[in-house]
Nanobody, 121 residues
Framework: VQLQAFGGGLVQPGGFLRLSCAAS????????MGWFRQRPGKEREFVAA???????DYADTVKGRFTISRDNAKNTVYLQMNSLKPEDTAVYYC????????????????WGQGTKFTVSS
């Protein structure tokens, strides 16, 4: 199983960025796909998740600014991030789960390596 996240870099405040995560070795359409992030000095935290039905969940800190989506034909999950703030600076991880819950790291079976971006002027 491999989850590869792409899209990190440097973005100015108020800017936008899209992260991608390509999965292999799993039946992608069956999995809940999530994005987590780990900000400097903080624990890994939930950002967003999308179920096989395409229903979504978001952390309050990103609701209205971030959009998670999936393309089952490409085995890829995306995170569109708009109105970025310096506090969004983090390493972002994608993860895959067959369990019911979506917000806890323990509910995910597979993790990608993380991609980092910085929001700074």
């Amino acid at each position: 199983v491999q989850l590869q996240a792409f899209g990190g870099g440097l973005v100015q405040p108020g800017g936008f960025l899209r992260l991608s995560c390509a999965a292999s070795g799993i039946t992608f359409s069956r999995y809940i796909m999530g994005w987590f992030r780990q900000r400097p000095g903080k624990e890994r935290e939930f950002v967003a998740a999308i179920r096989w039905s395409s229903s979504t969940d978001y952390a309050d800190t990103v609701k209205g600014r971030f959009t998670i989506s999936r393309d089952n034909a490409k085995n890829t999950v995306y995170l569109q991030m708009n109105s970025l703030k310096p506090e969004d600076t983090a390493v972002y991880y994608c993860a895959a789960s067959l369990r019911y819950g979506v917000v806890l790291t323990s509910q995910y079976d597979y993790w990608g390596q993380g991609t980092k971006f910085t929001v700074s002027s």
